[in-house]
């Protein structure tokens, strides 16, 4: 049931008509209200028979999740400035758009999710041809779930020529379906192929690294490698994200879909979170396995606390990330030394930042700086990217780039898109990458990989 404070929505639309026909172009309308509690997965599965263009975000850390379907307006730039470029469409928008909202909360009315993918320099775009450079879209419907309450944003670019009797009646039926519509049983399907790509002439490509950082061509830099995936049938979104959410505490769950095709993961790195002026952001590096119990657990948290090529391979990263921050912010609070981030396959090297962002900065000004930091390209940051480029067997596409969501109240949030996967109806490609320094041992770069690949893998038909 919608708890309705706002004019009636025949009001609005016909409201709209006539400012769309004033202005000679298509007005934006977004209406928040807050409905009954309802379960995301259950709406985004629902929205399937709405529109194939889905996207989902569920927080690491609080209780907060967003589910969107459809898109009323969609901004995209491939450009080498693409986040300022993305940030001024956005005023633009925020400015012309019809606001009703009385609620005021996070994550509600205005807001866009999306991507970016990793390199912009990279020509070739196959598998990710659904997936441009860039791509942040306002949803027809967004589903916000903030701790105990639910609210649904409808977004409409109402037309000169529109009806508003024939856009009434298609947002009350699209409603009746996502908030009420009957939910299908979704399963996932049996994996029938399982293939890793080139083990060992990633493992050479590491050797190699290893040798061109020695001889000071650059300090550090990430090398994914992927594993191929075959199923019996199609790979539902909606089981994934259910399974991913069961599965992954401590992690960001995401999915983006687009042309058909889908993009989602299980990140714990955050890239940037800004409430207000309010930034932070983490340092994820440096990566050991979990104990097959506590005594053992403990022991490989301390190892891995007290190893220097762990610690080489995080510090780089607090270094990076220190510079950025402290550019275009004030108060900026980073411990000297970092604790251990248990997942439910590995632990990493965590340092947490946080910053008061200085007046004029935003989020996506924070993002451009930051990307890629040093966990997922190297450092220096343009020498790894082409190093990346010109050496990685793989296109990383929209793989360790950033994804997430900003709302029109200064809020938002961004985590980098690894432990991860593309999938394409019945195949799935999925990503990892790991650190490379001068001490690092191909074999033992290949296993941590390996590892990374678990929580992916396990939800995609078992080890
Ligand atoms: C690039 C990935 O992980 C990064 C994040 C945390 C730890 C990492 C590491 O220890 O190598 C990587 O820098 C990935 O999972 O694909
Ligand atoms: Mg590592």
Not at 366 to 390: C, E, F, N, W
Not at 409 to 424: P, T
């Amino acid at each position: 049931m919608l708890h309705t404070k706002i004019p009636q929505i025949d009001e609005i639309v016909e409201e709209a008509i006539n400012q769309a026909t004033l202005q000679g172009e298509p007005q934006l309308v977004c209406i928040v209200n807050q409905i009954d509690r309802t379960d995301s997965i259950a709406f985004l599965d629902r929205a399937n028979k709405i529109d194939k263009h889905r996207m989902f975000w569920r927080s690491a850390d609080e209780a907060f999740v967003l589910a969107g379907v459809g898109s009323a307006q969609r901004i995209q730039s491939a450009d080498q400035h693409r986040f300022n470029e993305v940030e001024s469409v956005w005023n633009d928008i925020q400015e012309k758009a019809k606001v009703y909202d009385s609620i005021n909360e996070k994550g509600t009315g205005l807001v866009a999710l999306g991507g970016f993918s990793f390199d912009t320099q990279q020509v070739n775009r196959s598998p990710w041809e659904a997936f441009p450079d860039n791509q942040m879209t306002i949803p027809m419907y967004l589903l916000t779930n903030k701790d105990e309450k639910s609210y649904l944003t409808t977004n409409i670019l109402v037309l000169e020529e529109d009806h508003a009797q024939q856009i009434i009646h298609q947002i009350k039926s699209d409603q009746q379906q996502l908030l009420n519509g009957i939910r299908e049983e979704v399963n996932l399907p049996h994996r029938s192929n399982t293939e890793e790509i080139s083990p060992d002439k990633w493992k050479v490509s590491v050797e190699k690294a290893t040798e061109d950082i020695k001889n000071g061509e650059l300090e550090k830099v990430v090398l994914a490698r992927e594993i191929r995936l075959k199923f019996s049938r199609e790979v539902e979104l909606a089981a994934v994200i259910e399974n991913l959410s069961n599965t992954q505490d401590n992690s960001y769950i995401f999915a983006i879909e687009s042309g058909g095709d889908y993009f989602v993961g299980a990140t714990p790195e955050r890239l940037a979170r800004v409430d207000n002026q309010e930034l932070v952001s983490t340092c994820l590096a440096g990566t050991a396995p979990r104990g097959r119990n506590d005594e053992e657990d403990q022991k490989l948290g301390q190892t891995l606390l007290q190893d220097p090529k762990n610690r080489q391979e995080h510090d780089f990263v607090v270094q990076m990330i220190r510079e950025a921050v402290e550019a275009c912010c004030l108060d900026v609070e980073i411990p000297k030394s970092p604790v251990v981030y248990p997942l439910s396959n590995l632990q990493h090297l965590y340092t947490p930042v946080t910053a008061t962002l200085e007046q004029g900065y935003t989020l996506l000004d924070v993002v451009g700086r930051l990307h890629p930091t040093p966990a997922l390209g190297g450092m220096p940051q343009k020498k790894s990217v082409d190093y990346i480029r010109s050496h990685e067997v793989l296109n990383r596409g929209w793989y360790a780039g950033p994804v997430g969501w900003f709302d029109g109240k200064n809020n938002g949030e961004f985590a980098v898109a690894i432990r991860s996967a593309l999938i394409q109806k019945n195949e799935a490609s999925l990503f990892a990458g790991c650190g490379v320094v001068e001490d690092s041992d191909p074999e033992a770069e290949y296993q941590e990989t390996g590892v990374k690949f678990k929580p992916m893998l396990s939800v995609l038909g078992g080890y």
